[in-house]
């Protein structure tokens, strides 16, 4: 708008219309701090000619919904880009975008309903009554089949090619589905393991060479590597590998030699400012040290905490996985790519119902995926017994306790992570959702156990992948909300 108005003097009314046909707004969070505002006193003083036209955006904006919804006060509250008074009023920037484009999205279906129902119901409806049922929708993410496939996946890939009989599918991932056939061929399912073994050595050689830690690679390779944050639930995930510790430590050696043997890789980087996300990472690196040189557990139970996660890295981490984490409580998560990630390199997901898992179980079949946890529709009962005090499962009581106890050093470096669950606090339901997680992970360990089984369900999860290529997802962007069509190159040779 400044640009326009200031730089090429255009009117506001042409200005304005040249905008809103420009710009589309994905909304990528449904957390509410993630939803940025920012005080109208800043911006006045760093970008005066940009709040003034903000406040000329929201005047205009606010006739045209009053005329819609009259004099109602809660909904112009709610649909104003600005709030609060005097010191303390702020830009709504997520209501400046949606305002200022055509079109807003979700990127994932559970998300885009969120999105209309959570976040931005009061534009819903204002929408709905001026008869605009299209602006909200949803399109799924993707990932990119050259990098996470082709690229990072030699073996897997070579596989796919020779089954499909062409190369086509790393640019049309649909043609996976060619894959189900091969279920049942016991030549196909042995060659998928050993291109899993090959992708476990290299992850395994890297692991030794950074880090000094050797790990077995026939052990079940359990992978989370993402950004840590505390909806993600990195917590939940070492609460779990300390309850299997001391399970293995009560155990004699000979019931041991009875237990799955799993190697935990726990991977991602915590915002600067972000306190618990970086004592939540010290407690996985702390109860890794500990794991990784007892002599009596060692060979059933490693973590190792990979720092600098980044793509070179993920490279090498995503095709080794047997199981990836996406264990977000439901409704938190907006998509997630990782994903996808893992699931096309042959891992199986143990996550919730929440983002993109719930397409890719739609999309591999619920055989091929362990999923437990509150549902989207739980989660405010839940939240709600949670505050109210309900009693926690014995089992991590007992994790608690050994934290406390110094087990993994100083519990005094640890007490604000274990607060953040503690009276009441335990936003991400982490407790609540503890028991049904365990029992996840008990299926994982007995389905992997069957070693034909778990190659089937490896295929059949690659097989079903076809969905989460970004060629289907920018396809989607270019039909429903860029409005652009294909434009073929020149032939070079005329």
């Given at each position: 708008?400044?640009?326009?108005?200031?730089?090429?003097?255009?009117?506001?009314?042409?200005?304005?219309?040249?905008?809103?046909?420009?710009?589309?707004?994905?909304?990528?969070?449904?957390?509410?701090?993630?939803?940025?505002?920012?005080?109208?006193?800043?911006?006045?003083?760093?970008?005066?000619?940009?709040?003034?036209?903000?406040?000329?955006i929201n005047r205009r904006w606010m006739n045209?919904?009053?005329?819609?919804?009259?004099?109602?006060?809660?909904?112009?509250?709610?649909?104003?880009?600005?709030?609060?008074?005097?010191?303390?009023?702020?830009?709504?920037?997520?209501?400046?975008?949606?305002?200022?484009?055509?079109?807003?999205?979700?990127?994932?279906?559970?998300?885009?309903?969120?999105?209309?129902?959570?976040?931005?119901?009061?534009?819903?409806?204002?929408?709905?009554?001026?008869?605009?049922?299209?602006?909200?929708?949803?399109?799924?993410?993707?990932?990119?089949?050259?990098?996470?496939?082709?690229?990072?996946?030699?073996?897997?890939?070579?596989?796919?090619?020779?089954?499909?009989?062409?190369?086509?599918?790393?640019?049309?991932l649909s043609l996976l589905e060619g894959l189900?056939?091969?279920?049942?061929?016991?030549?196909?399912?042995?060659?998928?393991?050993?291109?899993?073994?090959?992708?476990?050595?290299?992850?395994?050689?890297?692991?030794?060479?950074?880090?000094?830690?050797?790990?077995?690679?026939?052990?079940?390779?359990?992978?989370?590597?993402?950004?840590?944050?505390?909806?993600?639930?990195?917590?939940?995930?070492?609460?779990?590998?300390?309850?299997?510790?001391?399970?293995?430590?009560?155990?004699?050696?000979?019931?041991?030699?009875?237990?799955?043997?799993?190697?935990?890789?726990?991977?991602?980087?915590?915002?600067?400012?972000?306190?618990?996300?970086?004592?939540?990472?010290?407690?996985?690196?702390?109860?890794?040290?500990?794991?990784?040189?007892?002599?009596?557990?060692?060979?059933?139970?490693?973590?190792?905490?990979?720092?600098?996660?980044?793509?070179?890295?993920?490279?090498?981490?995503?095709?080794?996985?047997?199981?990836?984490?996406?264990?977000?409580?439901?409704?938190?998560?907006?998509?997630?790519?990782?994903?996808?990630?893992?699931?096309?390199?042959?891992?199986?997901?143990?996550?919730?119902?929440?983002?993109?898992?719930?397409?890719?179980?739609?999309?591999?079949?619920?055989?091929?995926?362990?999923?437990?946890?509150?549902?989207?529709?739980?989660?405010?009962?839940?939240?709600?017994?949670?505050?109210?005090?309900?009693?926690?499962?014995?089992?991590?009581?007992?994790?608690?306790?050994?934290?406390?106890?110094g087990k993994f050093g100083n519990p005094v470096?640890?007490?604000?992570?274990?607060?953040?669950?503690?009276?009441?606090?335990?936003?991400?339901?982490?407790?609540?959702?503890?028991?049904?997680?365990?029992?996840?992970?008990?299926?994982?360990?007995?389905?992997?156990?069957?070693?034909?089984?778990?190659?089937?369900?490896?295929?059949?999860?690659?097989?079903?992948?076809?969905?989460?290529?970004?060629?289907?997802?920018?396809?989607?962007?270019?039909?429903?909300?860029?409005?652009?069509?294909?434009?073929?190159?020149?032939?070079?040779?005329?």
């Amino acid at each position: 708008m400044r640009l326009l108005i200031d730089v090429h003097g255009v009117g506001w009314t042409l200005a304005w219309s040249i905008v809103t046909k420009v710009f589309a707004y994905t909304n990528h969070t449904v957390l509410p701090e993630a939803l940025e505002k920012w005080p109208v006193s800043l911006m006045q003083s760093l970008l005066p000619r940009i709040m003034e036209i903000i406040n000329e955006i929201n005047r205009r904006w606010m006739n045209e919904v009053r005329e819609v919804m009259g004099d109602n006060h809660d909904a112009l509250s709610k649909l104003s880009i600005l709030e609060g008074e005097g010191e303390h009023r702020m830009v709504r920037m997520a209501n400046l975008a949606v305002v200022g484009s055509h079109k807003v999205n979700g990127v994932a279906a559970i998300h885009a309903e969120i999105v209309k129902s959570d976040v931005f119901p009061a534009f819903v409806e204002y929408y709905k009554r001026r008869g605009i049922t299209d602006k909200f929708i949803g399109i799924t993410n993707g990932v990119t089949p050259r990098r996470w496939m082709a690229q990072c996946n030699p073996e897997l890939s070579a596989l796919i090619t020779k089954c499909l009989g062409t190369e086509k599918w790393v640019r049309d991932l649909s043609l996976l589905e060619g894959l189900k056939k091969f279920a049942d061929d016991e030549k196909v399912l042995e060659e998928i393991s050993e291109a899993k073994l090959a992708n476990k050595k290299r992850l395994a050689k890297y692991v030794k060479d950074t880090l000094n830690v050797e790990v077995d690679v026939n052990t079940l390779f359990d992978v989370q590597v993402k950004r840590i944050h505390e909806y993600k639930r990195q917590l939940l995930n070492i609460l779990q590998v300390i309850h299997r510790y001391n399970e293995l430590k009560k155990m004699r050696p000979a019931d041991r030699e009875k237990v799955q043997p799993r190697t935990i890789f726990i991977g991602g980087k915590a915002a600067a400012g972000y306190f618990v996300a970086k004592r939540i990472i010290a407690l996985a690196v702390a109860v890794g040290k500990v794991l990784n040189s007892d002599s009596d557990t060692s060979k059933y139970l490693k973590l190792v905490f990979i720092p600098n996660y980044r793509v070179g890295n993920a490279q090498i981490i995503i095709p080794a996985n047997d199981i990836s984490e996406h264990i977000s409580t439901a409704g938190t998560e907006a998509s997630g790519t990782s994903n996808m990630k893992f699931v096309m390199n042959g891992g199986i997901i143990i996550g919730t119902d929440d983002g993109a898992n719930i397409e890719i179980k739609e999309n591999v079949g619920e055989d091929n995926i362990f999923i437990f946890g509150a549902k989207c529709h739980e989660i405010a009962d839940a939240t709600r017994k949670m505050k109210q005090g309900t009693q926690w499962d014995h089992r991590l009581v007992d994790v608690f306790k050994t934290i406390r106890s110094g087990k993994f050093g100083n519990p005094v470096d640890f007490e604000p992570v274990l607060n953040s669950m503690e009276n009441g606090n335990d936003r991400y339901l982490l407790a609540h959702d503890w028991a049904s997680y365990l029992d996840a992970q008990a299926k994982v360990d007995k389905a992997f156990g069957d070693r034909r089984g778990w190659q089937k369900k490896c295929l059949l999860a690659v097989a079903g992948m076809g969905f989460f290529s970004t060629d289907r997802t920018i396809q989607e962007y270019a039909d429903k909300i860029w409005k652009i069509s294909p434009c073929l190159r020149p032939d070079p040779r005329g």
